[in-house]
């Protein structure tokens, strides 16, 4: 379950890379917890540690003083690429992530997001230079991201529209889930199966000649 | 839309499975199949257990255990107590629920996306999910099958539905013949690296054309496996009666009169004449030769006989800088030659080739010949089953002539969460679907490519392409042509 996700500001963490991939994000190693806690050491491991385990010098940007407690990650195109690990968004989420901008996600990933109250805003490309130059310049230069009103504020005091699927901005902002709203639907679900018996039962193989 | 607008295939799909559409909600879709396994449901079956809800359809639902298990023979135990814990835990989990599980052991094992067609679970017309991107593989058998995470697991568990936005269609039309030593591998290798690897982002992949119609199911399952490298959640294919020839006789699929109506509602299926798809590209088949990737994701592929790209040719910072990162962790020179590149080590195996004729096929290119000193052969059957057809054929006892390392089924180091990996540094050629930076490994680089080419690569011990072959012709027809 998920808090409502509400306004909040945050400087901003840049990782210019496009087609981040989840392996990089959650390496596959880590997939063989059995809950969703601890993750956060998991993130971006292997761009972050040695082999011995001591930080890359100079850090990957995660790990710079500076950026401790930054809650938005403004990344290159087409992030997530790749598994349908949910691990990705569970390790950006206990790292503290609670937005990321780019021009486009991977589906899956991106569905992934939203269910965790990481909410992946989509730019356009001269938008998002422009982000990528604002933060050059200003690296301590501060957004206010506002789902409700589907806006980036900017320290210039402009606004960035975003779009947000409307029922997944509604979860989001609610703090409810998607299977909630599913189980309102068991009257139709069962109508609906009624009419449609299962063309396969896993638990038992035709009979030959059946 | 009126019933006589022509229609996709995903069109048809889609519409016989919406149970309901709120104003301003997305569709709430049926599940025919929903396939588990030890890395992706442990989170769901707790979110379960918290909410005290049930398994809704667990004559719906099958699991297996593939990604972390060892491929070391079955014998041995589980060293990685991390992976035995969830193993376990998975097969509680299906106990307590009451969902079949083939798992280590059981002779139908093997990678899920390997059992489904085999057990003949996969079938035409039905939705398929399954907490693992590689779902789209059995888009070949004309289903709507895509890949979820851990939350929508849970949520098909528990209603046997999805919440879901309906997809945008993007046909993929190849025409002509591959020549011979030339694969379905190739082809998909080829689309990604055409359009990149969002290419197909919100879009399903319709495969059609001469080309794709002359495939057999498993080249079929090759390409839909790897729609997801080019964005697409599904890739599919309408069938015809190549599918309904591999279908039937399988453990589950209809027998009799039921099979009979199975078949005449299967043909309703496949797209009409006229309907439109959102997006289209055309791929000609016998312009292609052996792909090979030369960087870290799989968008950056080169026909066999080309060089690496290099970096100054781009004109975009974004791309520049990818292919710079891409070319300094694969340690390769831009515009160096790809053939000769050493490997280490030749991996054939996983959900994209891992099947009994890709073995074949591999098999044959190594029949009476060695594997290059220095360099290891590992060969991952798909499935149990797989294995078992590859040891009665002789063609397990051929690998094993060659040099090669005969494992266990699994998907092993295509994910190498077992214990198979890459050292660093070490290069592989692997016939698996992704080469993202320590994929097989840490620190390891992988060339994907397709099983003929991993062969060929194997005895020579440096990229070779599988059209020096001696007997290309024959060979490649041991693979279904």
């Known amino acids: 379950m998920v808090e409502p996700y509400r306004a909040f500001s945050s400087r901003i963490i840049p990782l210019p890379a496009e087609n981040v991939d989840t392996d990089q994000i959650v390496p596959a190693r880590y997939l063989k917890v059995t809950d969703k806690e601890g993750l956060a050491e998991a993130l971006f491991r292997d761009w972050r540690f040695e082999e011995d385990g001591s930080l890359k010098v100079p850090p990957f940007v995660l790990d710079r003083p500076e950026m401790q407690g930054r809650q938005i990650l403004l990344v290159g195109d087409n992030f997530g690429t790749g598994s349908s690990r949910e691990h990705a968004p569970w390790a950006l989420a206990a790292w503290g992530i609670r937005a990321i901008v780019s021009t486009s996600y991977a589906d899956i990933f991106r569905n992934n997001a939203l269910k965790n109250g990481v909410l992946p805003i989509v730019v356009d490309a001269t938008t998002h230079r422009r982000l990528f130059e604002l933060v050059e310049h200003d690296p301590d230069a501060e957004l206010r991201v506002d789902l409700a009103e589907q806006g980036v504020l900017l320290p210039d005091g402009t606004t960035i529209g975003f779009d947000v699927d409307p029922f997944a901005k509604m979860m989001l902002l609610a703090g409810t889930d998607e299977l909630g709203y599913l189980l309102g639907k068991l009257p139709r679900i069962e109508a609906w199966e009624a009419a449609h018996p299962p063309r396969i039962d896993t638990r038992a193989a035709t009979p030959a000649g059946g | ?481």
């Open chain 2, 1 to 481: 839309m009126t019933a006589h607008e022509p229609r996709t295939i995903v069109e048809k799909i889609w519409a016989d499975h919406v149970v309901a559409e709120d104003e301003g909600a997305p569709a709430v879709l049926a599940i025919d199949l929903h396939l588990i396994h030890e890395v992706t449901s442990p989170q769901a079956f707790t979110g379960l257990r918290r909410r005290g809800l049930t398994v809704r359809r667990p004559g719906q639902t099958v699991a297996t255990a593939d990604h972390s298990i060892p491929t070391t023979p079955r014998s041995l135990p589980m060293l990685d107590a991390q992976a035995a814990a969830q193993i376990s835990q998975l097969e509680r989990n299906c106990a307590d629920f009451g969902i079949p599980l083939h798992g280590i052991g059981s002779p139908s094992q093997g990678i899920v996306h390997v059992i489904g067609p085999q057990l003949g679970l996969t079938q035409p017309g039905m939705t398929i999910v399954c907490g693992d991107s590689h779902t789209s593989t059995h888009g070949a058998f004309g289903a709507l099958a895509f890949g979820i995470g851990t939350s929508e697991v849970e949520m098909v568990l528990a209603t046997q539905t999805l919440l879901q936005r309906k997809p945008r269609t993007y046909e993929v039309r190849v025409d002509g013949r591959l020549a011979p030593g030339v694969s379905s591998k190739d082809i998909i290798l080829a689309l990604i690296a055409r359009i990149g690897v969002g290419g197909g982002t919100g879009h399903v992949f319709e495969y059609r054309g001469e080309a794709i119609r002359a495939l057999t199911m498993e080249q079929r399952m090759t390409i839909c496996n790897m729609s997801i490298e080019g964005g697409a959640r599904a890739g599919l294919i309408s069938p015809d009666d190549t599918t309904f020839e591999y279908i039937h006789g399988r453990p589950h699929a209809p027998s009799g009169a039921a099979w009979d109506a199975a078949v005449a509602r299967w043909r309703q299926l496949p797209t009409d004449d006229g309907a439109t798809f959102d997006r289209s590209i055309t791929i000609d088949a016998s312009a292609l030769e052996p792909m090979v990737t030369y960087g870290t994701n799989p968008g950056m592929g080169i026909p066999i006989t080309s060089r690496v790209p290099a970096p100054d040719e781009l004109s975009d910072p974004a791309a520049r800088r990818a292919l710079e990162r891409a070319l300094e962790y694969m340690d390769l020179r831009p515009g160096q030659p790809i053939l000769g590149q050493k490997v280490d080590v030749v991996f054939i195996g996983s959900c994209t080739n891992g099947r009994i004729s890709d073995l074949r096929l591999a098999a044959e290119a190594l029949r009476g010949r060695r594997v290059a000193d220095g360099v290891r052969l590992m060969v991952t059957p798909g499935s149990d089953e797989v294995k078992r057809e590859a040891e009665r054929e002789g063609i397990a006892d051929v690998f094993k002539a060659a040099g090669a390392d005969w494992r266990e089924s699994g998907c092993s180091m295509c994910i190498a969460m077992n214990g198979d990996q890459l050292q660093p540094g070490q290069y592989a050629i692997s016939t698996s679907n992704r080469n993202f930076e320590g994929r097989q490994g840490k620190g390891g680089r992988t060339f994907l490519a397709s099983p003929l080419t991993a062969a060929a690569t194997a005895i020579n011990g440096v990229v070779t392409d599988p059209r020096t072959l001696p007997g290309i012709e024959n060979l490649a027809a041991v693979g279904g042509r």
